[in-house]
């Protein structure tokens, strides 16, 4: 699953519209849909899924389809029934590696794959051969916890495999599809309405410094950083100075000090 990270000039220009593009306001949850309509057009494909997992409790927390119409209700206690065994789909919760871009040849041989419960009693009826799959962590926007991931996979029937260059497309874009999330959450939460005092001290919260070390630069006493908080916790519906850091700033790590 290690290969050298190659894209054409033309593919670049077209990572770069994908990155750069405008996109409308996202659904109540997912990415926009033309941001998985321009990727299913970088990498051909039948069609892709984006969806939240939750494997712990065996349940996805969602999932999106382009096109929509390859959305598929079916339940689904048969795809966990053979999750764990299945090396492509719970690769990331075994190693907890979630830098691979991956395919199912990276783990079986055709006949291999065609052997397995996930093949007969999944994904085969479907008529997918084929899959490419990118793992991202869960972040806040969908409350991140052990065995929760985010992924976009990329669906194929019988043809050819996904190509390395398809892999080394999708692993360019890793870093953007993150940010991609993080921006479909914030603009579905709408910008916390705070004033200007109260965003300056949230973002010296968020560059890591302590109460005492925020009064000072603002010529303060504690007790009224300690109250500007307050009153940012409430304004933010949030209880900590880590989850105000959060809200506000998705892209950002805060720091508990």
């Not at 321009?38 to 999106?64: E, K, N, T, W």
């Not at 009826?125 to 409350?143: K, N, S």
């Not at 992924?151 to 991609?180: M, N």
Request: proline share 8%; hydrophobic share 35%.
């Amino acid at each position: 699953m290690s290969v050298p990270v190659t894209a054409s000039e033309r593919d670049l220009l077209n990572l770069a519209g994908i990155v750069s593009d405008e996109r409308e306001e996202p659904p109540a949850e997912g990415l926009p849909p033309s941001l998985l309509t321009d990727l299913s057009g970088l990498i051909p494909c039948d069609y892709l899924a984006f969806a939240s997992l939750d494997s712990a409790r065996q349940v996805h927390l969602f999932m999106q389809f382009a096109p929509a119409s390859a959305d598929d209700s079916d339940d689904d206690t048969v795809f966990w029934k053979h999750y764990r065994d299945c090396p492509p789909c719970s690769y990331a919760d075994r190693t907890g590696d979630l830098r691979p871009v991956t395919k199912i040849s990276d783990f079986y041989s055709a006949k291999q794959w065609h052997d397995t419960g996930m093949y007969r009693d999944v994904v085969h009826p479907d008529g997918i051969e084929h899959e490419l799959i990118l793992v991202l962590p869960a972040g806040p926007q969908w409350t991140a916890g052990p065995g929760r991931t985010v992924r976009l996979i990329f669906f194929r029937g019988p043809g050819p495999d996904f190509s390395e260059r398809d892999r080394a497309l999708l692993t360019l874009l890793r870093p953007h599809l993150h940010q991609a999330c993080l921006d479909a959450e914030r603009r579905r939460a709408g910008t916390p309405q705070l004033t200007r005092r109260q965003w300056e001290l949230l973002r010296l919260v968020a560059a890591g410094h302590t109460n005492a070390q925020i009064a000072r630069r603002l010529c303060v006493s504690e007790g009224t950083v300690r109250k500007h908080l307050e009153n940012i916790y409430g304004r933010l519906h949030v209880s900590s100075r880590t989850a105000a850091v959060t809200h506000a700033f998705p892209t950002e790590q805060p720091s508990d000090g």
